[in-house]
């Protein structure tokens, strides 16, 4: 079925033709719709003409009105101030918009595919090997799936790429000392869990560390062993990929708890381009945009510098003839523009790492890989923070680990659950709690434009007050409770019916999901359809107040409240998921 204009595109359409027959000189003319609290619409964009044109505004706004059909859509317009437009819209065409919108079974809810697709490569969710994951992982995690789902229900081709830390010195370090402590590392036969695989390497990793440190013989053999890794020793590579897979076990369930889905196949870290590093630097060196200096190979830039005020340079290939992240990422760059096709490569990254990204990706543009026709774009996040407006840390200090964190959500939202449960049985509390308690923080983060920071507050998250994902879930489940009620009543548009005003709120506020979820994947903003979400709730909840659903005056008005419901049930559920945000039926 093809996709249902929205009812401000088709305003939009009437009176951009309206302009063009009061003004045939000027062409096709913008009209700069947008909503309004005075009327449904208001358009803004006959200042500028008229201004252009040399034209009384008010008088021409008067023009335009002459000149709109109005079609069964347009019920009113009328000249305000200098000359704004008011529209209003009338019943019929809001019910029939919303109707032919329910009636498309495809469930995009007039979401248009894109004609012409792209494809892009997204780099998110990139954890170390060996290290568990903490808190300052969570952003890049879920605001990357978060794209990802955008960019995909939109048309996009989208590849994914986790660019795990698995490689360095510090894996010369570890795979010495499990060398020569074999017996720490083994499991022996039974099953573990990720979380007591990646609490074995962690321990592991300390003691070798501790010991590096105070051992010079130690520090010494695992320097070679770091020799012996990168020139790809049979052995020590075997030993390294233990490290790998006992890590990917941990990932794996972390990235559940998180409710997402991280596929093997997508993990290609810093290893996977181990093969290019020298060619990339070969390239860079012959072709002028990088130089040697002191040994090392470097790319200078006059424009970007340091927090001191000094030119940085970006050293690709260090003195010693070790590679730096840079050849990494420009390897990356390489692999992903020629080898995967990419026309845009997206890294969901710290903010603090943006001056790296902004010489390497220059670095590419010189060098002929990033062009006019492919691009390369960080989205920087901010960083989680406490209570104190300080980055999140422990009682103790200490760097707060993811899955404490989630485990801690998701027993504070069981205990919500439990309080408002009434029919439901301790494991389907359980289920509704991690899906509430990953929810909450999913929504506090993606509620947030990614650039900034914001504050991780348990409390407020799974509060059923305000703007939380556990109101936009109890909502969800609220409608789905009246939809259970209705008997034999069942939702149909009634297009002849009068709207009440908080019926004509909501229907209107619905129609514009498919222009929310088109600019959220443009810009890369999921806050933008959070914030979408958010309001259609708040629309949902006065609605509710305001007009008896199964009470209503008539069973045609029973049926088109049902209708009514059932649409922004569905429009609540799709904008959920598409953050990764689960909605019970029931809460």
């Known amino acids: 079925m093809a996709s249902v204009t929205s009812l401000s595109d088709s305003v939009h359409q009437r009176?951009?033709?309206?302009?063009?027959?009061?003004?045939?000189?000027?062409?096709?003319?913008?009209?700069?719709?947008?909503?309004?609290?005075r009327a449904d619409f208001q358009a803004n964009g006959i200042l500028a003409l008229a201004k252009k044109e040399k034209a009384n505004p008010r008088e021409l706004a008067t023009q335009v009105v002459s000149r709109v059909e109005s079609g069964g859509l347009i019920g009113d317009v009328e000249v305000s101030g200098p000359g704004f437009l008011n529209v209003t819209v009338t019943d019929r065409a809001i019910t029939e918009n919303l109707a032919a919108r329910?009636?498309?079974?495809?469930?995009?809810?007039?979401?248009?595919?894109?004609?012409?697709?792209?494809?892009?490569?997204?780099?998110?969710?990139?954890?170390?090997?060996?290290?568990?994951?903490?808190?300052?992982?969570?952003?890049?995690?879920?605001?990357?799936?978060?794209?990802?789902?955008?960019?995909?229900?939109?048309?996009?081709?989208?590849?994914?790429?986790?660019?795990?830390?698995d490689w360095g010195t510090q894996f010369g370090m570890l795979i010495q000392y499990l060398d020569e402590h074999p017996h720490e590392l083994d499991h022996g036969s039974a099953e573990v869990s990720g979380e007591e695989?990646?609490?074995?390497?962690?321990?592991?990793?300390?003691?070798?560390?501790?010991?590096?440190?105070?051992?010079?013989?130690?520090?010494?053999?695992?320097?070679?062993?770091?020799?012996?890794?990168?020139?790809?020793?049979?052995?020590?590579?075997?030993?390294?990929?233990?490290?790998?897979?006992?890590?990917?076990?941990?990932?794996?369930?972390?990235?559940?708890?998180?409710?997402?889905?991280?596929?093997?196949?997508?993990?290609?870290?810093?290893?996977?381009?181990?093969?290019?590093?020298?060619?990339?630097?070969?390239?860079?060196?012959?072709?002028?945009?990088?130089?040697?200096?002191?040994?090392?190979?470097?790319?200078?830039?006059?424009?970007?510098?340091?927090?001191?005020?000094?030119?940085?340079?970006?050293?690709?290939?260090?003195?010693?003839?070790?590679?730096?992240?840079?050849?990494?990422?420009l390897s990356a760059i390489r692999d992903r523009v020629f080898g995967l096709e990419a026309d845009t490569l997206l890294y969901v990254v710290d903010a603090r790492q943006s001056l790296h990204f902004k010489m390497v990706f220059e670095t590419a543009r010189r060098a002929g890989w990033l062009n006019e026709d492919v691009r390369a774009v960080q989205l920087a996040f901010g960083t989680?923070?406490?209570?104190?407006?300080?980055?999140?840390?422990?009682?103790?200090?200490?760097?707060?680990?993811?899955?404490?964190?989630?485990?801690?959500a998701i027993d504070r939202a069981s205990a919500v659950v439990r309080e408002k449960a009434q029919d439901?049985?301790?494991?389907?509390?359980?289920?509704?709690?991690?899906?509430?308690?990953?929810?909450?923080?999913?929504?506090?983060?993606?509620?947030?434009?990614?650039n900034r920071d914001y504050k991780f507050d348990l409390d407020q998250m799974v509060s059923l007050n305000g703007d939380t994902s556990v109101y936009l879930q109890y909502a969800y489940a609220r409608i789905q409770s009246i939809l259970r009620k209705a008997g034999a009543s069942r939702p149909a548009p009634h297009p002849e019916l009068q709207l009440h005003a908080a019926e004509r709120a909501l229907g209107l506020h619905v129609d514009s999901f498919a222009e929310t979820v088109a600019?959220?994947?443009?810009?890369?903003?999921?806050?933008?359809?959070?914030?979408?979400?958010?309001?259609?709730?708040?629309?949902?909840t006065t609605f509710y107040d305001k007009c008896p659903v199964l009470k209503a005056e008539t069973p045609e008005q029973v049926e088109n409240r049902l209708f009514l419901c059932d649409l922004t049930a569905r429009t609540l559920h799709r904008g959920m998921a598409l953050l990764g945000i689960r909605t019970p039926e029931r809460l």
Not at 253 to 264: P, T
Not at 393 to 399: L, P
Not at 424 to 443: F, M, T
Not at 519 to 540: C, T, V
């Open 519 to 540: 600019e959220a994947a443009k810009e890369y903003a999921p806050h933008k359809l959070a914030a979408y979400l958010y309001q259609l709730a708040s629309l949902y």
């Open 197 to 329: 695989a990646m609490s074995n390497l962690d321990r592991l990793y300390k003691a070798s560390r501790k010991l590096f440190d105070s051992d010079e013989d130690f520090k010494t053999r695992a320097r070679r062993r770091v020799v012996d890794l990168q020139a790809g020793d049979e052995k020590t590579l075997a030993m390294w990929q233990r490290f790998v897979d006992e890590s990917k076990i941990y990932f794996f369930s972390v990235f559940e708890k998180l409710d997402m889905e991280i596929r093997d196949a997508d993990i290609v870290g810093e290893s996977g381009y181990n093969d290019m590093l020298a060619e990339t630097c070969r390239l860079l060196e012959e072709s002028g945009v990088a130089v040697r200096s002191e040994g090392a190979l470097c790319v200078f830039f006059d424009d970007i510098k340091g927090p001191d005020g000094k030119p940085v340079p970006l050293i690709v290939q260090k003195s010693d003839g070790g590679y730096g992240y840079a050849a990494t990422d």
């Open 384 to 408: 989680v923070l406490g209570k104190d407006g300080k980055p999140f840390k422990t009682r103790e200090g200490e760097t707060v680990r993811l899955v404490d964190l989630l485990d801690e």
């Open 424 to 450: 439901l049985s301790e494991e389907e509390i359980a289920e509704r709690g991690a899906q509430v308690g990953v929810g909450a923080v999913k929504y506090a983060d993606l509620s947030t434009s990614a």
């Open 102 to 165: 329910w009636a498309d079974d495809t469930g995009r809810l007039g979401v248009p595919l894109a004609e012409h697709p792209g494809t892009t490569v997204i780099d998110y969710a990139q954890p170390n090997v060996a290290k568990e994951m903490h808190v300052g992982h969570l952003r890049s995690a879920v605001i990357g799936d978060a794209v990802v789902q955008l960019l995909e229900f939109t048309g996009e081709n989208v590849v994914r790429r986790h660019h795990i830390g």
């Open 15 to 37: 009176l951009a033709a309206a302009l063009s027959a009061a003004l045939p000189q000027a062409g096709s003319a913008d009209p700069l719709l947008r909503r309004s609290d």
